[in-house]
């Protein structure tokens, strides 16, 4: 299985060819660490982090 791409602007995972949250088009196959976000209101990492979005999301993207 090859590994997801994920956005270097806001580190959504992304199968299309622009990203959802951010509209970029700049992605990466380097990633570390998943998050996965269900409730980005009541979520204090998201919070902490900038997510806006429910979604996945890389933890640090190269």
């Given at each position: ?44 990492i998201a919070e902490k982090i900038g997510i806006k979005t429910k979604g996945e999301y890389a933890?640090?993207?190269?």
């Amino acid at each position: 299985m090859s590994k997801k791409k994920a956005c270097r602007r806001c580190k959504l995972f992304v199968e299309g060819d622009k990203c959802p949250g951010c509209e970029s088009s700049d992605f990466t196959n380097t990633w570390q660490g998943r998050l996965f976000v269900q409730d980005a209101q009541r979520s204090v990492i998201a919070e902490k982090i900038g997510i806006k979005t429910k979604g996945e999301y890389a933890i640090k993207v190269r």
